[in-house]
């Protein structure tokens, strides 16, 4: 699967299971409200439910939860939870347009040029 097809599955998948709201949507008075195809969600609450899969990723992992055969899926696992980080990555890149894909690979080429640590102490 190519990350396009990831962002796209993801999307729709999120559109069908109704994780997107009807137009009109109440998302409080100073919210960005992204529209597509007459459905609308908040950016902000995008982005948050991403960083939350990423801390349940973390939970998982500082309670020892990890898939032992690799291609054995187990839900609520470290694997699990990165999973649920990208489909959510996924959704909101399809959503508003963006070709993920170009955008990794013209940043894994900046970062090549930069110095060891980004010049940073850690």
């Not at 699967?1 to 409080?28: D, P």
């Not at 960005?32 to 439910?49: D, F, P, Q, V, W």
Request: aromatic share 8%.
């Amino acid at each position: 699967m190519t990350i396009k097809q990831l962002c796209k599955i993801s999307h729709k998948t999120a559109v069908e299971k109704g994780f997107w709201g009807e137009v009109g949507r109440n998302c409080g008075t100073n919210s960005a409200i992204y529209k597509n195809n007459g459905l609308t969600r908040n950016l902000s609450e995008l982005l948050m439910l991403i960083v939350s899969e990423l801390g349940e990723a973390c939970e998982a992992l500082r309670k020892g939860n990890r898939q032992v055969l690799k291609k054995q899926w187990k839900k609520d696992t470290f694997e699990d939870e990165l999973a649920d980080a990208m489909i959510r990555i996924g959704d909101l890149a399809d959503s508003e347009g963006i070709d993920l894909e170009w955008q990794i690979k013209k940043k894994l080429e900046y970062n090549k040029s930069r110095p060891y640590k980004h010049g940073k102490k850690f």
